[in-house]
């Protein structure tokens, strides 16, 4: 089972910019479906953006065109680029992982936290107006 580790989140003003971070040890990450979801108090964790093997990305409405997924596969790494973020993206920061065969219709479908098998302990982002 992949590990994954969440760092780079912490505070940051509305309209800003930060990038989290999430690392692997022992496995790939390029042979996964990988995505990001959040989670705010008291409210279900939510998908964010996932990247398929392919390396076509897919955004929730709430972040398009501000937030950016990518991977540096030398790196073993995936990110999130945070553009211009807003007090509601204040949340816990999750990526996840997931085999491309586990998903029906490819990465491309893996919108769903249930379908997602690892996970990272999280990082928190909170964004002040």
């Known amino acids: 089972q992949v590990q994954l580790v969440e760092s780079g989140g912490g505070s940051v003003q509305a309209g800003g910019s930060l990038r989290l971070s999430c690392s692997t040890e022992g496995d790939t990450l390029s042979s996964y479906c990988v995505g990001w979801f959040r989670q705010a108090p008291g409210k279900e964790r939510q998908w964010v953006a996932v990247l398929s093997s392919t390396s076509s990305t897919i955004y929730a409405d709430s972040v398009k065109g501000r937030f950016a997924i990518s991977q540096d596969n030398a790196k073993n790494t995936l990110y999130l680029e945070m553009n211009n973020p807003k007090p509601e993206d204040t949340a816990m920061y999750y990526c996840?992982?997931?085999?491309?065969?586990?998903?029906?219709?490819?990465?491309?479908?893996?919108?769903?936290?249930?379908?997602?098998?690892?996970w990272g302990q999280g990082t928190q982002v909170t964004v002040s107006s």
């Open positions: 996840a992982a997931v085999r491309p065969a586990a998903v029906a219709g490819g990465c491309a479908s893996a919108f769903t936290k249930r379908l997602y098998t690892a």
